[in-house]
């Protein structure tokens, strides 16, 4: 699965949208391009997938651009709610050794008040 | 539905005592995964099983073992108890295959000393 590369942390206004960027330059054509986040000692929590089409979500939205070498997530309106760990992740669906995901070290990302 | 569950929530270990953390999900998923989460750091696979019956040896397998024999649970024990084994343990689980999500469960705090 290829690499993804994300800020270690990010700052957030609350009520301001909070654009989460992720490079994912070796990204392979059967590839996608998953969200998930951890809030503070919980389980991982999925957000949004996607190939090569934006999507949007009742929890965000993703835009992937066009060359796919990168991604941007996209909370419309964080809250305070919305601080946590945010994991981008590239992995080949209908992998026959199993849908296994790779976590890096993701962004934090702190929404203040 | 319950989703994944883990239990026990914390546990200490004295060194070289042997303990069993289990995992069940009630979503009838295949697809079941033991990851470790060391302080400050992203999710690391130890073992994965793509149905009863099958299991595969993830990035981090040594000094653990699992067990598949029903769709419902995947064990994962832990033989020997090593202070490096000190960690935060999530089991996860999903469909069987194409673009879908994992679910997590709440995580196992375990402690040894």
């Known amino acids: 699965d290829a690499k993804t590369t994300q800020p270690p942390s990010m700052d957030c206004a609350e009520g301001r949208a909070a654009n989460l960027p992720c490079n994912h330059s070796?990204?392979?054509?059967?590839?996608?391009v998953y969200w998930y986040r951890q809030i503070h000692s919980q389980g991982p929590q999925y957000i949004i997938h996607?190939?090569?089409n934006n999507e949007t979500n009742e929890m965000a939205s993703l835009i992937i651009t066009e060359d796919r070498k990168s991604s941007t997530l996209i909370l419309p309106h964080a809250t305070l709610r919305d601080t946590a760990v945010y994991y981008c992740?590239?992995?080949?669906?209908?992998?026959?050794?199993?849908?296994?995901?790779?976590f890096g070290g993701g962004t934090r990302l702190m929404v203040k008040p | 539905n319950a989703g994944v569950t883990q239990t026990p929530k914390f546990r200490i270990l004295k060194i070289g005592q042997s303990m069993t953390l289990q995992c069940a999900q009630d979503?009838?998923?295949?697809?079941m995964y033991w990851y470790r989460q060391d302080p400050g750091m992203g999710l690391k696979l130890i073992y994965y099983?793509?149905?009863?019956?099958?299991?595969d040896k993830g990035e981090v397998p040594n000094g653990y073992n699992v067990s598949r024999s029903t769709t419902e649970d995947f064990p994962l024990r832990l033989e020997l108890a090593a202070p490096s084994q000190t960690s935060v343990y999530f089991c996860?689980?999903?469909?069987?295959?194409?673009?879908?999500?994992?679910?997590f469960g709440q995580g196992t705090r375990l402690t040894v000393v």
């Open positions: 992740i590239v992995r080949v669906n209908n992998n026959n050794a199993g849908n296994m995901l790779t």
């Open positions: 996607g190939l090569k």
């Open positions: 070796t990204i392979s054509g059967n590839e996608y």
């Open positions: 996860a689980s999903s469909y069987s295959s194409g673009d879908t999500e994992a679910f």
């Open positions: 099983s793509v149905g009863a019956g099958i299991t």
């Open positions: 979503m009838n998923h295949n697809y």
